[in-house]
């Protein structure tokens, strides 16, 4: 345990490559994932009908979809032989950004989608009686859901940070281009470094408490 | 002033519920209304008197019947939005300090920084609430929130003013600011039509008297003036 806090305490230049690198991929999906999923979201909150309904339906099952299978379904497209093979993005670290994306995405619709449909209907008949035009109505939509904005952000990118199936499937655990914490983490377990593995699951931990500190402080009050 | 009814309602049908099953929440044969009007709509709970103000300001449509707002529908009528603005028996505000919720009421006017800082300060002191202009909309009690939305409303500059119960929340000292702004703004020949059980606010400057109950009209007093 002592090996594995001087390993991060020192400064292990490939132990915080490897931290650094997760966050990257982090940031980058979650940031990508915004804007579909807030249309996403806003879309579903719009009206409730049958079609509406079972996209809701289909987005709700993605946000509990196991990483492995995200994974598995985006190697089917960009492998050698699948439609996308010829972009060469397999083992790469934009193959496992563009696997995270689809992991954030519909966490993001899907807290956007609830935390609009939870706002008060008199706040629609204000805007509307106070004559705000279209792009007034964006902001003051923005200003009102913000919290939930924000909460639907740092939900996504724990979810995508704290992920393994994907980053293994899509990025191949390569040293030095695409090892990412928990890849990382399980390497190390399996070859017995367990030194290695705690202290990236010590980062992981901190990291995790963080976001989800950030999403109790950016929660919706109820006392509107 | 004129008495011209810009305001007109044809076998009018309303309910809340989406279908056309349901007992009407609303149902009025005719009904017309004349500029510069100040009416008191009166009545029980649940005779509809909250549909008939979202129903006068283009808010909701009703599922039978027309409501005409100088010979166009009200809820597609460009002038009417422009010019109405109905307020909530308990207001919203929106996110923000009061300052942004009564300038969100200029937005539609177009003006510039300084008339538009100006016009919040101005509407903020008419409501008994200059200083409050940085104050965040949680802070306020029901009150002060009632007369932030009021004075947000007049910001609008609008000259038809729908108000669901306007002193529901308000003690007595407000209520007596609030109504002492409505009988100027019907000096200055706004229309102004409100739901209320406040008897004294309906008759201290109400000239006609509109009764509702279950959805329809049992008694209107019609221009008293």
Known sequence: ?224 | MTDSPFFEIRDLDFSWDAGREGRPALSIASLALGEGQRVALVGPNGSGKTSLLKLLNGLTVPRGGSILFEGETAWSSAPLRKRSVYLHQHPFLLAGTVSYNVGFGCGRLGLGRAEREDRITRSLARLGLAGFGRRRHRALSGGEAQRVALARALATGADILLLDEPTASADRESAALIARVLGEEAERGATIVIATHETALAGGFANRTIRLEAGTIVEDTGTTE
């Open chain 1, 1 to 224: 345990m002592n090996e594995a806090f001087s390993l991060l305490l020192s400064g292990d230049p490939e132990t915080w490559a490897i931290v650094g690198r997760s966050l990257r991929f982090s940031f980058f999906s979650t940031i990508l994932s915004l804007a579909p999923g807030l249309a996403l979201g806003a879309w579903l909150a719009r009206r409730d009908d049958r079609g509406r309904r079972f996209v809701a339906a289909i987005v709700g099952a993605l946000t509990a979809m196991p990483t492995v299978v995200i994974g598995l379904f985006v190697y089917g497209f960009l492998s050698r032989s699948g439609p996308l093979g010829f972009f060469g993005l397999l083992y790469t670290p934009a193959a496992v950004v563009v696997g995270q994306i689809l992991l954030a995405l519909p966490i993001v619709a899907s807290l956007v989608w609830s935390g609009l449909s939870r706002i008060d209907p008199r706040f629609h008949e204000t805007v509307k009686t106070l004559g705000a035009s279209g792009l007034a109505r964006l902001g003051a939509t923005a200003r009102e859901g913000a919290p939930v904005l924000a909460g639907a952000v740092v939900a996504a990118f724990g979810r995508v940070t704290g992920e393994v199936g994907v980053a293994m499937m899509l990025g191949g655990n390569i040293r030095f281009t695409t090892r990412t914490m928990t890849t990382a983490i399980a390497l190390d377990a399996s070859k017995g470094e367990f030194d290695r593995a705690v202290s990236l699951g010590i980062a992981l931990l901190v990291i995790a408490l963080l976001v989800n500190f950030g999403v109790h402080a950016l929660r919706p009050r109820n006392d509107r």
